[in-house]
């Protein structure tokens, strides 16, 4: 009886250290996922802030600056050099009555596993318009 438990034992040596490789090797690899992944998404989000402020500072401006549509395409320009977005951006800035909108189209690869295994496409697509009293 003691014989046969000894044999039961004798397979079950090695399971933690093959189950912490395991868990360490899928630690890592969601670390960098979010390693990549996470500096695109903010500098998604902070161009979309500049996007609004942009439109903002377009309409409220006076004309001595340029066309509202002049203005928010500069400062549509220097915030996608600043958050390094790709050069092939699709920026289109629309004038209808005193509303200005502002639309920005672009793709980015994101690796989110090593070596180039699988990578994810970041699809970056807002039309920013003014809102509140600037609207009316």
């Known amino acids: 009886m003691n014989n046969l438990q000894n ?49 903002v500072q377009g309409v409220s401006l006076p004309s001595s600056y340029g066309t509202p549509t002049e203005v928010v395409r500069e400062k549509l320009q220097t915030a996608a050099r600043v958050n390094e977005i790709p050069y092939d951006v699709l920026i289109d800035v629309k004038q209808n009555k005193n509303i200005v909108t502002a639309r920005v189209y672009y793709a980015k690869k ?9 990578e994810y496409d970041y699809v970056f697509d807002h039309t920013a318009t003014p809102g509140g009293f600037l609207a009316q």
């Open 7 to 55: 044999q039961k034992r004798i397979a079950e040596r090695g399971g933690a250290a093959v189950k912490l490789l395991l868990i360490a090797v899928v630690l890592i690899l969601i670390a960098n996922a979010g390693y990549n992944f996470i500096p695109t998404a903010y500098q998604g989000a902070n161009f979309k802030q500049e996007m609004e402020t942009a439109i």
């Open 110 to 118: 994101v690796p989110i596993l090593p070596f180039g295994v699988y």
